[in-house]
């Protein structure tokens, strides 16, 4: 038991070492201004390279997300249908897609899917 501790701490010792190395020589300088610029064709850029993030192409894109798994979990519905009656079969495919639709009328009524704003 002796023995494991020891060679743990020696190898606790041995990358401790190695990453304060590697860390030391391998440090950056921050005020090298060519390195940290963006290289467009050799030429300076004249703008930030930084574009305005927008917030309303996020929710359309987490809303595309939300409704493309609903419509994932939807398509193996069509090959239940073969082993399940017709009737428990309608009554969950109507439910399933009834809170579809109001989630997506819900969204439209909040102004989520107007993408002219």
Do not use: N
Not at 43 to 49: A, G, R, T, Y
Not at 50 to 69: E, Q, T, W
Not at 80 to 102: D, P, R
């Amino acid at each position: 038991m002796r023995i494991i501790f020891i060679l743990a701490a020696m190898i606790s010792l041995i990358s401790f070492t190695l990453m304060m190395i590697s860390s030391s020589i391998s440090m950056k300088t921050l005020t090298d201004q060519e390195k940290s610029s963006p290289f467009e064709c050799g030429f300076d850029p004249k703008m930030s390279s930084r574009l305005p993030f927008s917030m309303h192409f996020f929710l359309i894109a987490v809303i595309f997300l939300v409704f493309d798994v609903e419509i994932a979990l939807l398509l193996p519905l069509i090959i239940l249908l073969q082993w399940s009656k017709i009737m428990i079969w309608s009554i969950i495919s109507t439910f399933f897609l009834v809170i579809l639709l109001l989630g997506l009328y819900h969204e439209w009524r909040q102004g989520a899917l107007d993408w002219a704003k």
